[in-house]
């Protein structure tokens, strides 16, 4: 019997500990609900404000936390969030942070940070004072210069004006001057291209020369004149281009430069399509009428009216044919038709319609490229195109 009374006092103990421990427990977990989750804390120690992060380059944010597993990062512009990193240890206290090419720049960025997964009471910290995003000084198109031993300019740099040559070739039917800014304004977009652009081509009127229109636009024949097409993407965004004249009368004289000169100074892609191009009437010294069709002279079986165009513009570049209507080889011509005159003096009638072109004239690398070259208007040519 006194061994039973000795087992149950026994047994009593046994519960009794196991209810200390049980409230014990209890205590705790309530002590770490009241007190242990309401000291939870996050608190970003960099960047605080008026740092200078530069594209391209790796930054560490940092920051001291208690009681927080997960963080996340993120990168505010006004409203716009940005994620940096999401789901890291919140013990380490730096996160890396490579700001990659191509990012959006300027003043009034906030970095914030954050218990995560996010949610309403979590505990978050943000930068004391905004930051810029800058691009490097250096990321500019000097060491491509360097390397090319030509000038570029970046595509941001101001009263810069891009010019194209468009891969699409066109009859002298171009519906009009209007019509070929049109098809230089379709082929910009094309390329990607916004704005307002002018074709460099002439009309009959004398204030319609391809000169006098771009004295028209805007900026007029003012600007540094650059190949539309980029060479090399800056970190900023901008891209790098060739430039093809420091002003308008330097890009002009490219146009009649000699073919060694303009392979040092123009692009492959360019040049390429340099010495195919509708130009009529380049400014006031360029003929009005009787031009001779250079594809032509050589034939002698071709009949003299044919190898005449009394139209240098293709009929104000509104005819895509090569004889003038109601045209046929054999038929006795009369003062119906214009009139022209031979190199010696004769007169003949001029039934050929052409438009003066460029051209590249000359024994391979001793070429020189010419404005005024007469072509029949159903021979295709390029449109030069100049941004407005």
């Excluded at 090419?101 to 505990?123: D, K, L, M, S």
Aim: hydrophobic fraction near 35%; glycine fraction near 8%; aromatic fraction near 12%.
């Amino acid at each position: 019997m006194k061994q039973a009374i000795f087992e149950k006092i026994g047994i009593e103990k046994v519960l009794i500990v196991i209810i200390i421990i049980a409230i014990v427990g209890v205590f705790l977990i309530f002590f770490w609900l009241f007190f242990g989750y309401s000291s939870r804390s996050i608190e970003l120690l960099s960047p605080l404000g008026r740092e200078q992060w530069e594209i391209g380059q790796k930054y560490e944010i940092k920051w001291k936390s208690t009681g927080v597993e997960r963080v996340g990062i993120a990168l505010f512009n006004g409203d716009k969030p940005e994620w940096i990193a999401e789901n890291i240890s919140a013990s380490k206290g730096v996160y890396e942070w490579w700001i990659q090419p191509g990012h959006e720049y300027g003043p009034n960025f906030w970095v914030a940070i954050f218990e995560y997964p996010w949610r309403q009471g979590n505990q978050i910290s943000y930068s004391k004072g905004s930051f810029s995003i800058i691009y490097p000084e250096l990321a500019s198109c000097d060491s491509l210069s360097i390397q090319d031993e030509w000038p570029y300019l970046a595509s941001d740099t101001p009263d810069v004006r891009k010019v194209f040559i468009t891969k699409e070739d066109f009859t002298g039917n171009l519906a009009g001057l209007n019509g070929a800014n049109e098809k230089c304004r379709i082929a910009a977009a094309e390329m990607g291209l916004s704005g307002n652009w002018t074709a460099f081509i002439g009309g009959d009127n004398p204030e319609d020369t391809a000169v006098k229109r771009i004295e028209k636009t805007p900026r007029g024949l003012a600007g540094i004149f650059i190949d539309a097409k980029p060479s090399q993407e800056l970190l900023r965004g901008a891209t790098c281009h060739r430039i093809l004249g420091s002003n308008f009368n330097d890009f002009l004289s490219k146009l009649s430069d000699s073919e060694i000169l303009n392979k040092e100074k123009i692009s492959e892609d360019f040049l390429k399509e340099m010495d195919k191009i509708w130009f009529g009437r380049i400014d006031d010294t360029t003929q009005r009428n009787c031009t001779v069709i250079e594809s032509t002279i050589y034939y002698f079986y071709t009949p003299t009216s044919e190898k005449y165009s009394h139209t240098v513009t293709c009929q104000n570049w509104t005819y895509g044919d090569k004889l003038v209507p109601g045209y046929e080889r054999g038929m006795v011509l009369d003062d119906t038709f214009s009139t022209c005159y031979t190199p010696q003096g004769e007169p003949t009638y001029s039934v050929a319609v052409g438009g003066l072109s460029s051209e590249l004239k000359g024994e391979e690398d001793n070429g020189q490229y010419f404005t005024n070259v007469g072509k029949l208007c159903s021979e295709k040519q390029h449109l030069l195109c100049i941004e407005d």
